[in-house]
C-alpha cells in the first residue's frame, strides 16, 4: 500500500505566524495612533488654538475684556472683574491646561522671550475693539520641536 503525503502546514506554523501577525499589527497601530509626541503636540496646539478663539468670541460678544496667561507649565484664562484681572473659574470656558509632560515650552510676545517666572496676570487679551497681539509658542520634546505662531489676525 502506497503512502501519500498531504502537503499543508501545521498548526504550529500556522500558531506562529498569526503570532507574528498580531505582533506587527500592535506595531503599526501604536505607531500612528495619536500618541506620538507629534500628535500631542499638534493637539495640545490645537486646542490652545480653539481655547483662544472661544475666549476672543466671548470678549467680542459680551464685551469685557478677556486675557491668556501663558506659562512654561501651560496657559490659564483672565477676566477683568471689579476692576481687577481674576482668573476664569473652573466651571468657565474655556478651560486652563498644562502642557504634555515631557514638553517644554518657549514662549515669545512681540519677539521678546518670556521668563521663565510665573506672572501675575494676563500678557495677552481680547476685547470688542482690538485683536489679540501676536505670538509665537514653541513646545519641544527631545530633539524636536513645534512651533505655532498667532498673528494676532485670528
Do not use: K
Request: charged share 15%; glycine share 6%.
Amino acid at each position: 500500500m502506497a503512502t501519500r503525503r498531504l502537503h499543508g502546514y501545521s498548526l504550529v506554523e500556522l500558531l506562529i505566524v498569526i503570532v507574528i501577525a498580531g505582533l506587527l499589527s500592535t506595531l503599526a497601530v501604536l505607531q500612528f495612533s495619536g500618541n506620538s509626541d507629534q500628535a500631542r503636540a499638534e493637539r495640545s496646539l490645537d486646542q490652545l488654538a480653539a481655547s483662544i478663539q472661544l475666549l476672543c468670541d466671548q470678549a467680542l460678544l459680551t464685551g469685557q475684556v478677556r486675557g491668556l496667561r501663558l506659562t512654561r507649565n501651560g496657559y490659564d484664562f483672565w477676566s477683568i472683574t471689579d476692576g481687577q484681572w481674576r482668573t476664569l473659574r473652573p466651571d468657565q470656558q474655556p478651560l486652563a491646561r498644562a502642557w504634555p509632560d515631557s514638553f517644554r515650552s518657549e514662549i515669545q510676545i512681540n519677539q521678546r522671550l518670556i521668563s521663565a517666572t510665573e506672572p501675575s496676570g494676563p500678557q495677552l487679551w481680547c476685547d470688542a475693539l482690538e485683536p489679540m497681539m501676536p505670538f509665537q509658542i514653541t513646545l519641544q520634546s527631545g530633539q524636536q520641536q513645534w512651533v505655532r505662531v498667532w498673528s494676532g489676525m485670528q
